[in-house]
């Protein structure tokens, strides 16, 4: 397993990550043996870095988490998690959960302690709050060795939360179709890298959909590599490529996925990409992309509708489902919009929508389109 430095830290952890946000369950909750089994076994193999966080299964992830890293696991990994700021309604409640979590995780302390799911506005509210005071008392209280975030919004708000506190780790959504979404490949490489600010992906595989139902001619691009690899190797080995990720995440819920993931990153060396095959990337990108539908960004600016359609939900669920070859589970979804009164048989053709989408869709024909090929 490589391993990687974090700048400006003395952490050293393994570049695949383990992410416990998907471990195995029985019903709704956590299949607790079969999790511990797991996460000692990724230990076991060389994974040392753990992620978790206050929400994750239901909020039981950080309670098994501490149970895996009994009987000396603990002090073999780098251990994460992350306050849940949407919860944070007063400055003191920023500890309280901290508090909560350590006492959940076993441990008196977490390496890297993320704010979580950072937007602009989220990150606002907290820091208003005294966030950053806050991880600076919780270092000195030596509850927390490193401060971070992780981030969902865009690179203009990457740029203003990562140079507003000495951060020591951004962690952010990155995988091949999202280069240019997000904080952005760029955004990485010029905030947090030129910075010397340490980087964790997640989500490298798009919430597994990189790995699913691949399109024929997505396929036909894989096949044509000099090297064969899996779909998973692919998106993996773009993501090790690139110089700024220093520890890749991914959600495993079985033996299976973690031997392959395993295997996998034997090989993670940074510029290992050929040209061609950097290329073919590019190419697998835009091919996804063709497939998109209608182009929404999800921006909502067309909300809200005064009939009550979802139109982004509706939108973006469409293009997701065209892109990775779910069509079936959207037009259940779909079934299941219409009959909560959020579908597009609400529309009353009124426009307003359209006025304000910058996207220029014409959503009141695009509706209509949907709803004819879709409704039951
Ligand atoms: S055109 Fe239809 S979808 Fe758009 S705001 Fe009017 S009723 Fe809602
Ligand atoms: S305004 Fe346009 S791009 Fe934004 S969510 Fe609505 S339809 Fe999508």
């Given at each position: 397993m490589q391993m990687i430095t974090f700048p400006g830290t003395d952490i050293t952890a393994s570049r695949l990550g383990m992410g416990c946000m998907r471990l195995p369950v029985d019903g709704d909750k956590i299949d607790r043996p079969a999790a511990i089994k797991l996460i000692r076994d990724a230990i076991d193999n060389g994974v040392t870095y753990i992620d978790t966080a206050y929400g994750y299964h239901n909020r039981e992830s950080e309670i098994v988490v501490g149970e895996a890293l009994k009987d000396g696991y603990r002090e073999r990994v780098t251990l994460v998690t992350k306050l849940p700021?949407?919860?944070?309604?007063?400055?003191?409640?920023m500890e309280k959960l901290l508090d909560e979590q350590l006492e959940k995780l076993q441990?008196?302390?977490?390496d890297f302690y993320l704010l979580h799911a950072l937007s602009w506005g989220s990150y606002e509210k907290v820091r208003n709050m005294g966030a950053r005071e806050f991880l600076d008392r919780m270092i000195e209280k030596g509850k927390i060795r490193y401060p971070a975030f992780s981030f969902h919004d865009d690179a203009e708000a990457f740029r203003k939360i990562i140079t507003d506190y000495p951060w020591k780790m951004a962690q952010v959504q990155m995988n091949v179709l999202d280069e240019f979404n997000q904080a952005t490949l760029e955004g990485c490489y010029k905030y947090a890298e030129e910075r010397g600010i340490g980087l964790v992906v997640m989500e490298p595989l798009r919430g597994g959909a990189l790995a699913r139902n691949i399109p024929d001619e997505i396929q036909s691009l894989y096949d044509q590599a000099a090297e064969k690899r899996t779909p998973v190797e692919w998106a993996f080995r773009w993501l090790y490529d690139k110089t700024p990720f220093m520890t890749i995440l991914s959600g495993m819920s079985n033996t299976e996925q973690l031997m392959d993931n395993i295997r996998i990153f034997s090989?993670?060396?940074?510029?290992?990409?050929?040209q061609d095959e950097k290329d073919m990337m590019t190419k697998v990108r835009e091919t996804y992309e063709a497939r998109v539908r209608v182009g929404c960004t999800g921006c909502e600016y067309c909300m809200p509708c005064p009939k009550g359609v979802k139109i982004p939900n509706i939108f973006r669920s469409l293009d997701n489902a065209a892109m990775f070859n779910t069509l079936d589970g959207f037009k259940k979804r779909y079934a299941a919009m219409v009959e909560k009164g959020?579908?597009?048989?609400?529309?009353?053709?009124?426009g307003l929508c359209e006025k304000a989408c910058p996207q220029h869709i014409q959503i009141r024909q695009k509706l209509a389109e949907i709803h004819e090929e879709f409704a039951e």
């Open positions: 700021v949407w919860l944070v309604e007063k400055p003191e409640d441990t008196d302390h977490v090989g993670a060396e940074f510029g290992v990409m050929t959020e579908g597009a048989n609400q529309c009353v053709k009124c």
